[in-house]
T-cell receptor
Framework: AQRVTQPEKLLSVFKGAPVELKCNYS??????LFWYVQYSRQRLQLLLR??SRESIKGFTADLNKGETSFHLKKPFAQEEDSAMYYC??????????FGTGTRLLVSP | DAGVIQSPRHEVTEMGQEVTLRCKPI?????LFWYRQTMMRGLELLIY????????DSGMPEDRFSAKMPNASFSTLKIQPSEPRDSAVYFC???????????FGPGTRLTVT
């Protein structure tokens, strides 16, 4: 069965500290992975997808098929990064399986 | 473009009542998704449509839940009868198909007392 695991419900860091939001997946096929973000009082929106191999707002994520992981990283956290982050797995046919989410809190 | 539109934004109802949530997808998108968000379970896919046809409803919790998409610009999610455990935020999202970005609505916060 397809599954996405985000082990941390809350991650609290200070401004300027490195951030790593963990995501592990379970899928027997070729996965497509995404990170979605929900800022306070805003809609859930796509942050980045692994096939794009891009950096968005300083965030990057590398797909590691050996470890079945897709961790989200940023070298220096900013207060405006505080939000709810969801890792999602596309299993084809447009369906996304989301993790339970990690709330990132960046303190000044 | 106003994006995905959902109504109502908030709904408070008593147990046993019927609840209808509404969604208007982005024009031109041919896929529509209904999700439920709770603290315990995160974001769960309830059902999704492609070209107005339900493709996968395996996430619908039980027969009390039903969803329709009578045309390309409108969908409803109905709960009848509602129960307190249905309290959650319900999101609608649309996409242009394939493994493409899903665009989410603002959500409907449902409280069943």
């Amino acid at each position: 069965a397809q599954r996405v695991t985000q082990p941390e419900k809350l991650l609290s860091v200070f401004k300027g500290a490195p951030v790593e939001l963990k995501c592990n997946y379970s899928y027997s096929g070729s996965p497509e992975l995404f990170w979605y973000v929900q800022y306070s009082r805003q809609r859930l929106q796509l942050l980045l997808r692994h096939i794009s191999r891009e950096s968005i707002k300083g965030f990057t994520a590398d797909l590691n098929k050996g470890e079945t992981s897709f961790h989200l990283k940023k070298p220096f956290a900013q207060e405006e990064d505080s939000a709810m982050y969801y890792c999602a797995l596309s299993t084809g046919f447009q369906k996304l399986v989301f993790g339970t989410g990690t709330r990132l809190l960046v303190s000044p | 473009d106003a994006g995905v539109i959902q109504s109502p934004r908030h709904e408070v109802t008593e147990m046993g009542q019927e609840v209808t949530l509404r969604c208007k997808p982005i024009s031109g998108h041919n896929s529509l998704f209904w999700y439920r968000q709770t603290m315990m379970r995160g974001l769960e896919l309830l059902i999704y449509f492609n070209n107005n046809v339900p493709i996968d409803d395996s996430g619908m919790p039980e027969d009390r839940f039903s969803a329709k998409m009578p045309n390309a610009s409108f969908s409803t999610l109905k709960i009848q009868p509602s129960e307190p455990r249905d309290s959650a935020v319900y999101f609608c999202a649309s996409s242009s198909g394939g493994p493409n970005e899903q665009y989410f609505g603002p959500g409907t916060r449902l409280t069943v007392t």
